[in-house]
């Protein structure tokens, strides 16, 4: 069974740090395409950065480039998003996920967008950026 389970949300201020992270079990992330997306209140769910299962590439939506930093540590089994200058609309639940559609960019456009097809998800951990 595959599972994640996500860490290290909570309430920052504006134009501070966070880093969450996302322990894996029951498989290996080393061998899928892997993704955080995140949810505001009354939004769609939007994907904003992924690592490539082919070649190991990050990417990362608009929303977020320059700020935010994914990564993965294959001996702990754990993924990474570091996020530094953080906005108040940075404020939603990130979610991390395994096993996404795609990873990368199409026609200029980041990918996965919403997740959908994506096999497995964390439960969630609240991000609150306020002062």
């Known amino acids: 069974q595959l599972q994640l389970v996500e860490s290290g949300g909570g309430l920052v201020q504006p134009g501070g740090s966070l880093r969450l992270s996302c322990a894996a079990s029951?498989?290996?992330?080393?061998?899928?395409?892997v993704a955080w997306f995140r949810q505001a209140p009354g939004k769609e769910r939007e994907g904003i950065s992924c690592?490539?299962?082919?070649?190991?590439?990050?990417y990362y939506a608009d929303s977020v480039k320059g700020r935010f930093t994914i990564s993965r540590d294959s001996a702990k089994n754990t993924m990474y998003l570091q996020m530094n200058s953080l906005k108040p609309e940075d404020t939603a639940v990130y979610y991390c996920?395994?096993?996404?559609?795609?990873?990368?960019?199409?026609?200029?456009?980041?990918?996965?967008?919403?997740?959908?097809?994506?096999?497995?998800w964390g439960r969630g951990t609240l991000v609150t950026v306020s002062s």
């Open positions: 996920a395994a096993d996404v559609s795609y990873c990368g960019y199409y026609s200029g456009t980041y990918y996965p967008k919403s997740g959908n097809g994506t096999r497995a």
């Open positions: 029951g498989f290996s992330l080393d061998y899928y395409a």
């Open positions: 690592i490539s299962s082919n070649d190991g590439v990050a």
